[in-house]
């Protein structure tokens, strides 16, 4: 952030009067028109502090010596930004959340200065040195745990056990410093951790009545969607790094085991070998082959570099940073002898930034502190994470029996280990006395075929990894009733929703009369209801219907069953047809649709804009407000050395990870979902940050796949345009 003591003219802001944002990336100029000199700025002063007090009285607090400093802080930091306002009163509205710290360098909003004060302040007072530290964590393994899916369900399952178990991770950060401490990903506004917020930190549940997930059903629940990356970065204090770092691994580790657990308890209370509440005997299976199976999983990787590494000579006026110490920590990296600079250590803005930059008159524009050194310590601190993922632990687990039907990898869950040992059934053209034996035997998952075919298919035997995710939609659903106003059933993704989303909103536009054969149908086949798309959701209002249309998918998959005729499906694939198809002509009304699509979405130059890339940062004095930016160029006109500065690209800052995290949560949490779910048919199965996975009917595909681009890029066409006041 740019220093300045001038009180000339061009170095002052009156913003209410001239109101512009910049854009932290691209240096784009965002102007309100016609300004803001109608707004009382008294007014807005008492209006926030009757807001921030009423927040405080909500949360227990009374005078300073009885409140609970804690609760408050969490209260202030989540929602701080939301100022609550009369939609018609012509008041900030969502300028609120995006007012900026220095009007001066309006391209970061006060919010995030907040954020960034105060997650150094905490990481210095918990540090008995005052030093403060990043750290990097990162779980895995992400593409295998996630492929291994023979269903949709066990896809999004995947991808929302993976996302869960990244806030879990992040979670003792949280407990310990607050979730201000992540500088990445954002969390504030993230389902999950509201739910955090009330079950632990005790926040009162009505503060959050205006949230998406009060009050949405679980096919449009932002609960349902997973919404973390599988990494993230945190300001700690420098003395308890690997402290916090273990505390995370074990952590995650013990919750996925009990996870574990409570799969187990469910599969064996369903095939009747467990009373409900019955204490558990983990040394005996299937609790003891959980154990032995997640022992080690999820791999955590973390590294962290500190600040100290770059200590001040004067100590007093945090200036002249002696860097050695720095340099040696980032030889190895760069191939160079440690005496020798590398990195950031050699760019441009450090030869200049590391040095006093004065006006005329010999008034200080800029002073060099360890903040300057942040890309320096960020780059270091994401080389050390690297480096330690290519290090791949490996501890030997003794597999004996037969093995997971879906990975393949471990033996799958049983309750006597002596099952194990029987061939799994017969071969094509072959039959022997092993495999009449195996037909004979009832294991926990031939029962669990029999009364919960949703949690094993006949002939799926799985393992722990595999059983709790095809469980993670019940353990999920149960976990979150309790919060939620609608009622979560157990969530379940289908192909066939997603293929035949355009006739079932032909039928819902066209008929709504339900078939009572088919409805006869499915009540006898006791099908558990496939999510719906929120598009769909939102247009069902009657309760019943919205029931049969989810049913109707869930009816067709059931109906596939490899134990089923294939009569029985073609029986079934008529009776709907003849159930939302009655008013088509033509083709259409001969067939149901049976083709969907799958989306993936990377966003290209993450890794550069979050790195700091010249190729992906403004200048000096692109970020400066209009005013100041003309004023300054009359001033540094003939001063090569204020020239150089103003042209001098930004380095990377916390507040600049800040404010992408910031409009990466925007993105997936808003954006994309609107898009895949509002604007088309699809269902958004995995969106955190850049990466975005959807289903969609062969139909929306294109379309969303455009939307989508341009939503991310900032472009647009004159046919293309979002409207994004309507995005909350």
């Known amino acids: 952030v740019v220093k300045t003591y001038a009180t000339d003219s061009w170095a002052q802001v009156r913003w209410t009067q001239s109101p512009v944002l910049i854009h932290p990336l691209s240096g784009g100029q965002i102007e309100l028109k016609g300004g803001l000199s109608d707004t009382d700025i008294q007014d807005i002063k008492q209006r926030s502090f009757d807001y921030f007090a009423s927040l405080i009285e909500k949360v227990g607090g009374g005078s300073p010596a009885g409140s609970d400093l804690r609760k408050i802080f969490l209260a202030l930091w989540r929602f701080g930004p939301e ?100 500088l990445f990903p954002r969390l504030r506004g993230i389902a999950q951790v509201d739910l955090w917020l009330i079950d632990q930190m005790k926040l009162p549940k009505d503060l959050f009545q205006d949230a998406p997930w009060w009050n949405e059903p679980p096919d449009a629940n932002p609960l349902f969607a997973a919404a973390l990356p599988n990494r993230f970065v945190a300001v700690v204090p420098a003395s308890r790094v690997e402290e916090l770092a273990q505390r995370c691994k074990d952590h995650v580790r013990n919750w996925l085991l009990e996870r ?34 997640l022992s080690g999983f999820p791999e955590v990787h973390w590294a962290a570099a500190s600040f100290a ?21 980032m030889a190895p990296f760069f191939g160079v002898a440690p005496s020798e600079p590398a990195g950031f250590l050699t760019s441009d803005a450090w030869k200049l930034l590391s040095n006093e930059v004065s006006l005329p008159r010999g008034i200080r524009l800029w002073s060099p502190n360890p903040g300057l050194l942040y890309p320096a310590i960020y780059d270091l601190t994401e080389r050390v994470l690297a480096a330690a993922k290519s290090v791949r632990p490996f501890e030997q687990s003794v597999q004996e029996g037969w093995r997971c039907t879906l990975t393949g990898e471990t033996e799958w869950l049983t309750t006597d280990l002596a099952h194990l040992n029987i061939p799994k059934g017969s071969r094509k053209g072959r039959r022997d006395e092993h495999c009449q034996e195996r037909e004979r035997v009832e294991t926990l998952w031939t029962k669990i075929a029999g009364v919960r075919r949703a949690w094993a298919k006949e ?31 157990r969530f379940v993704v289908s192909t066939h929703t997603m293929a035949l989303a355009h006739q079932l909103e032909r039928w819902l536009a066209e008929d709504k009369q339900i078939h009572l054969k088919l409805q006869e149908e499915m009540e006898t086949a006791k099908v558990e209801g496939a999510a719906l798309p929120r598009k769909l959701i939102r247009q069902t209002v009657n309760e019943s219907v919205r029931d049969y249309l989810k049913a109707i998918p869930a009816y067709l998959d059931a109906m596939r069953e490899p134990k089923e005729e294939e009569q029985t499906y073609a029986a079934a694939v008529k009776l709907v047809r003849e159930a939302i198809a009655s008013k088509e002509s033509g083709a259409a009304a001969a067939r149901l649709e049976t083709y969907y699509a799958l989306l993936m979405m990377d966003g290209d130059h993450m890794g550069a804009i979050l790195s700091g890339e010249e190729r992906t940062a403004i200048s000096f004095l692109q970020s400066f407000h209009p005013m100041v930016r003309e004023g300054f160029r009359r001033l540094s006109a003939g001063d090569s050395q204020l020239e150089k500065y103003g042209n001098q690209k930004r380095p990377v800052s916390p507040n600049r990870h800040l404010a992408i995290s910031a409009a990466l949560n925007d993105f997936s949490q808003i954006v994309a979902p609107h898009i895949v779910e509002v604007e088309h048919l699809g269902r958004l199965i995995y969106a955190g940050g850049d990466d975005v996975l959807a289903m969609l009917p062969v139909a929306d595909v294109l379309s969303a796949m455009g939307r989508l681009r341009l939503a991310y890029s900032g472009g647009s066409r004159e046919e293309d345009t979002i409207d994004w006041t309507a995005l909350r």
Not at 132 to 150: C, D, E, T, W
Not at 263 to 274: M, P, S, V, Y
């Open 83 to 182: 100022l609550k306002e009369d939609k018609d009163s012509g008041k900030l509205g969502e300028l609120w959340k995006l007012l900026p710290a220095d009007t001066r360098v309006p391209d970061h909003s006060i919010w995030d200065h907040l954020d960034l004060t105060s997650a150094f302040a905490g990481a210095f007072a918990a540090d008995p040195n005052g030093e403060a530290a990043l750290l990097a964590m990162s779980i895995g393994p992400v593409q295998s745990f996630i492929a291994a899916a023979r269903k949709t369900e066990d896809l999004w399952a995947g991808s929302h056990l993976l996302s869960r178990l990244a806030w879990e991770t992040m979670k003792p950060v949280c407990e310990e410093l607050g979730p201000d401490a992540v």
């Open 459 to 489: 002939g799926e035997h799985l393992g722990a990894l595999p059983a709790i995710k095809r469980l993670w939609p019940t353990l999920f659903s149960e976990e979150v009733r309790k919060y939620t106003r609608q009622s979560a059933e």
């Open 260 to 293: 574990g657990y409570e799969t187990a308890d469910h599969l064996l209370e369903e095939a009747g070998f467990r009373q409900k509440d019955e204490p558990r005997d983990t040394s005996k299976p299937p609790y003891s082959q959980i154990t032995e199976q």
């Open 309 to 329: 590494l770059a200590p001040p000579r004067n100590v007093a006026k945090q200036t002249d940073l002696d860097v050695s110490r720095l340099q040696e920590a």
